[in-house]
């Protein structure tokens, strides 16, 4: 089961940077700038941040499985839709649906470990959940690099899929229903109630800001490397995945 949540976790980290080296192809097949091209890599960020914040009291009020399955039901609409993209424009916009269907991944593989572990059990699950949502940044970029070098951009979201479809198969035969007590009806008022208190915390607005420091810090790096595999050589394009693995 652990595993399973690892991979649900994982599963926005793995469409977010499997696409980047990706990102002057598209640019080339559109027409387009590169910095127009990243706006799908900005999408995606926006909504897999926005997603998260809905998913949350809704697992705790219609449970976790009704959630996660509505989440990877978009995910998979989403990332077919970027296969098959016509335009900059609907990738964008399968982008942002991707994103969305994503974050209920996280969302749930985290209630739902909480849920099913307690005490050592609890810190080694998410101790494991953790570093599989760290490790994935580093490796998916070679793998998107390989997918590209061999067939092109649109593969790499064909291969996103078919993980995606993966974690719903294994969702569905493995996942119990892991909410044990549901909370009250939802209302934006008492969302809105609950979130001032936690974005007044200075301990979580300490941790949240690091994080996210050092997340944007790093996708601005590697956004701004992705020249590197527009000259079209397979070893240029690894090299944006092999970079991430550097200490």
Known sequence: MIVLLAAM?????????????????????????????????????????????????????????????????????????CALAPTLETLIAARVI????????????????????????????????????????????LLGGLFQSVAGWRSIFWATFVFGAGVTILAALKLPETLKERSPALSLKSMGSAYRIVFSDPVFLGNAVTVGLVFGSMSAFFLHRRHCSSTGSMSARQNMGSIRLLP
Not at 111 to 125: M, V, Y
Request: no cysteine; glycine share 10%.
């Open 9 to 81: 976790a994982a599963l926005g980290q793995f469409a977010s940077n499997i696409y980047t080296p990706s990102l002057p192809a598209v640019a080339q097949e559109f027409v387009t700038t590169t910095a127009s091209a990243q706006l799908t890599f900005v999408a995606f960020l926006a909504a897999f941040a926005a997603g998260q914040l809905a998913y949350g009291p809704a697992a705790d009020r219609y449970g976790r499985r009704p959630i996660l399955f509505t989440g990877l039901a978009l995910f998979l609409v989403g990332t077919a839709g």
């Open 98 to 141: 991707q994103a969305a269907g994503a974050a209920a991944g996280v969302v749930v593989s985290r209630a739902a470990t909480r849920d099913s572990f307690e005490g050592i059990e609890l810190s080694r699950a998410l101790a494991a959940v953790t570093i599989a949502f760290a490790l994935v940044p580093g490796l998916t970029p």
